[in-house]
């Protein structure tokens, strides 16, 4: 599901996929207005997929953090509120779901956007981040078996 979710840099908020032109995206906003648009090659385009936050040892993929967070808080909304929240509790609360989080390269405003996205994939019914685990470590185990 999270491969058809789109965040397009300089817009706020989320998209959802709904065509593809020939030069161009059709996507809706994950909003209540579900207002539609065109999103351009000049555009920078990114699928949720292909997110992933830095840790010590790797990156680990954005449908992981969001599964820890859903965790923490029992499949609702997150507790902190991200416009509101100070660097420190940002910080904190991503430790608490990402203990390994890299110090370095991880920043309160990558925070703030990770919980706000968080918080739109929710309020839209978007939760089900587990069956996207799956089938990325089904695809990984193919695509091993392949290259043998």
């Known amino acids: 599901m999270l491969e058809t979710i789109l965040a397009i840099s300089g817009k706020p908020g989320l998209f959802r996929l709904v065509s593809r032109g020939n030069q161009n995206l059709i996507v809706e906003t994950l909003d209540a207005q579900k207002k539609r648009m065109p999103a351009f ?15 010590d040892d790797e990156e680990v993929p954005l449908r992981q953090v969001f599964k820890s967070i859903q965790t923490k808080e029992n499949g609702g909304p997150a507790s902190l ?63 091993r078996k392949g290259e043998d």
């Open 41 to 55: 090659a000049a555009d920078k385009v990114i699928s949720l997929a292909d997110i992933a936050m830095y840790t």
């Open 81 to 143: 509120n991200p416009k509101t929240a100070s660097r420190v509790e940002l910080m904190s609360y991503l430790g608490e779901v990402l203990p390994n989080f890299d110090r370095d390269h991880v920043y309160p405003t990558d925070v703030k956007k990770l919980l706000q996205w968080y918080n739109i994939l929710i309020a839209n019914g978007i939760t089900d981040f587990e069956e996207a685990l799956q089938e990325t470590q089904g695809d990984n185990v193919d695509d």
